[in-house]
């Protein structure tokens, strides 16, 4: 496999409702996603077959990973194990704006 330039991922977005975008790039091993999330949005609980990676980029988090708090800023990266149930939200004066790298199982 030779290496590729992917397009813009502007305009790639689709709205999670409550205030959160979701702009991702899938190859086919790997989601590369950059997540921005409205001062006091919300992610529900869920959980994934593979693990994530979070990159915090701007503004700040709390992230459930079980039931264990994580509040994340600018420059903290968090590891969500594989099938935990996790949920957050951003800080409601900032709103939070990360990135999100998964394999895709």
């Known amino acids: ?3 590729a330039v ?3 991922w502007r305009g790639r977005g ?3 409702g409550g205030g959160t975008a979701f702009h991702e790039i899938r190859t086919r091993s790997f989601v590369f996603a950059r ?3 409205a001062p006091g949005a ?3 609980v869920h959980a994934h077959a593979e693990e994530q ?3 915090m980029l701007e503004g700040s988090l709390t992230y459930w990973v079980g039931e264990e708090p994580h509040m994340l ?13 996790h949920r957050g939200e951003a800080d409601a004066a900032t ?3 990360f990135l999100e790298v998964k394999e895709i199982l």
Do not use: C, H, N, W
């Open 1 to 3: 496999m030779s290496a």
């Open 6 to 8: 992917l397009p813009d």
């Open 14 to 16: 689709a709205e999670g």
């Open 35 to 37: 997540i921005e999330m």
């Open 42 to 44: 919300t992610l529900k």
């Open 53 to 55: 990676l979070f990159y």
């Open 73 to 85: 800023r600018a420059g903290d990266v968090l590891m969500v194990p594989s099938g935990i149930a």
């Open 95 to 97: 709103g939070a704006v």
